[in-house]
């Protein structure tokens, strides 16, 4: 159950928000100071061409380290005062953790990442006999930045012009950059602007809240509209097979198939021009891998941000429509339309029926809200897209999303 910590209690650290990363977990005051306790481990990814000597290798470096002071323990049991930020005086607003790194805003703008940064989640270069100096904050060269927010392994951040900012893991396209800015390298090694999520091609709106999962990435605009890319296997984007999108998932899958045809077709010729003995099982070895290769899932993504239909008329309620939707988002009272709802490998959001709802057993009066005839008053300013629409987790989007208001 859970229990008070008790060092913050004694220190009367007031936190106004918390985050957490695979092993860490960070805490921030009222007054901008943090606390940090746990632990970052290596961020591995396993990559189709390892090999089994590779992989065993990867998962058993296990832990990164907490602070990576010569002396000092890998786990820190007690929450801490980070003495980088203390040292700068800093006063942080925000903080978002990815699986082994962690992003801070600052009052001033500016933003401070540490954490693991093999997979350059940390907007900069970590050398690999160095890589214990990603575990202390640092501030990277971004200046107004209004907003962050942490995917497993990739980053983004939104100054206060509305410029998205984007770097990290890039293996299907999550950070959405274009290929002008380096959107087809595996990896964004440094910030670079997601030009398709500019104002000057939205009429203006902003981006105002950034949800990444482990390989894609949902965005929110100020004027109500949900936009996605990455990968979108389990539909996890959101994208019916009408949408526009679907097109350039056909066209790769179709390559992709060919491609796999092609190599059954050059096995099978092996096969038949192999003599008995040891190369015609070789050969038939070969085969019969191509063949389970054909019918293996497909590696299906969105290369840069799209639009996520949604069934806006919902938010017809509010006199003064869906593009007044973010103005609504205070930080005391919060008033929402009825709640998207995903069901196991749906492929698009579908409104979730209060019928619906209260068969799932997710009625707002089971949550402990109070209700309205419109829809939910909630607490926090602080809204998950997980919550209202699709859940980043992988883990949630192969069971299944529930219901939540």
């Known amino acids: 159950m859970p229990l008070v910590i008790e060092s913050l209690e004694k220190e009367g650290f007031r936190a106004v928000q918390v985050a957490a990363g695979d092993s860490v977990s960070i805490a921030v005051s009222d007054k901008g100071k943090v606390r940090a306790?746990?632990?970052?481990?290596?961020?591995?990814?396993?990559?189709?061409?390892?090999?089994?000597?590779?992989?065993?290798?990867?998962?058993?470096?296990?832990?990164?380290?907490?602070?990576?002071?010569?002396?000092?323990?890998?786990?820190?049991?007690?929450?801490?005062?980070?003495?980088?930020?203390?040292?700068?005086?800093?006063?942080?607003?925000?903080?978002?953790?990815?699986?082994?790194?962690?992003?801070?805003?600052?009052?001033?703008?500016?933003?401070?990442?540490?954490?693991?940064?093999?997979q350059s989640e940390l907007g900069r270069r970590i050398i690999e006999r160095r890589k214990l100096n990603g575990l202390e904050p640092e501030r990277l060269g971004l200046r107004n930045i209004t907003?962050?927010?942490?995917?497993?392994?990739?980053?983004?951040?939104?100054?206060?012009?509305?410029?998205?900012?984007?770097?990290?893991?890039?293996?299907?396209?999550?950070?959405?950059?274009?290929?002008?800015?380096?959107?087809?390298?595996?990896?964004?090694?440094?910030?670079?602007?997601?030009?398709?999520?500019s104002p000057d091609k939205h009429d203006g709106a902003k981006v105002i809240q950034i949800e990444g999962g482990e390989h894609h990435s949902i965005f929110l605009f100020d004027n109500?509209?949900?936009?996605?890319?990455?990968?979108?296997?389990?539909?996890?984007?959101?994208?019916?097979?009408?949408?526009?999108?679907?097109?350039?998932?056909?066209?790769?899958?179709?390559?992709a198939m060919a491609i796999k045809k092609q190599k059954i077709d050059a096995a099978q010729r092996k096969v038949d021009a192999a003599s008995e003995g040891e190369a015609k099982e070789e050969a038939e070895m070969e085969l019969a891998g191509a063949q389970a290769i054909l019918h293996a899932a497909?590696?299906?993504?969105?290369?840069?941000?799209?639009?996520?239909?949604?069934?806006?008329?919902?938010?017809?309620?509010?006199?003064?429509?869906?593009?007044?939707?973010?103005?609504?988002?205070?930080?005391?009272?919060?008033?929402?339309?009825?709640p998207a709802h995903l069901t196991p490998n749906q492929n698009h959001p579908i409104i979730l029926s209060p019928k619906s709802r209260?068969?799932?057993?997710?009625?707002?009066?089971?949550?402990?809200?109070?209700?309205?005839?419109?829809?939910?008053?909630?607490?926090?300013?602080?809204?998950s897209l997980r919550t209202l629409l699709i859940s980043c987790s992988p883990s949630a989007t192969r069971s299944g999303i529930r219901g939540v208001c």
Not at 227 to 234: H, L
Not at 316 to 331: E, I, K, Q
Request: charged letters at 20%; aromatic letters at 10%; one cysteine or more.
């Open 298 to 338: 497909l590696d299906e993504f969105v290369p840069q941000p799209v639009r996520v239909s949604l069934p806006l008329h919902r938010f017809s309620s509010w006199p003064d429509g869906p593009r007044r939707f973010a103005s609504r988002l205070s930080p005391r009272h919060t008033k929402l339309s009825r």
């Open 37 to 118: 306790w746990g632990s970052f481990r290596v961020s591995w990814i396993f990559q189709e061409s390892s090999t089994s000597a590779d992989k065993s290798a990867q998962s058993n470096d296990g832990v990164l380290g907490f602070d990576g002071v010569p002396g000092h323990s890998a786990f820190q049991f007690n929450p801490i005062a980070l003495s980088s930020l203390e040292r700068a005086k800093v006063e942080i607003v925000k903080v978002s953790c990815g699986e082994n790194h962690v992003l801070a805003l600052t009052t001033t703008g500016h933003v401070y990442v540490w954490g693991s940064g093999q």
């Open 147 to 197: 907003l962050v927010s942490a995917g497993t392994f990739h980053s983004f951040a939104v100054n206060v012009d509305g410029t998205v900012w984007a770097w990290g893991l890039n293996t299907f396209h999550q950070t959405g950059l274009s290929s002008a800015k380096g959107g087809n390298e595996d990896i964004a090694s440094v910030p670079a602007q997601v030009e398709a999520l």
């Open 224 to 255: 109500g509209e949900v936009w996605g890319c990455g990968r979108s296997n389990d539909h996890q984007l959101g994208i019916a097979e009408d949408h526009p999108a679907f097109e350039g998932i056909m066209e790769r899958r179709a390559k």
């Open 358 to 383: 209260q068969e799932h057993g997710t009625t707002s009066q089971s949550r402990g809200r109070a209700t309205s005839t419109h829809g939910v008053w909630a607490v926090s300013c602080v809204l």
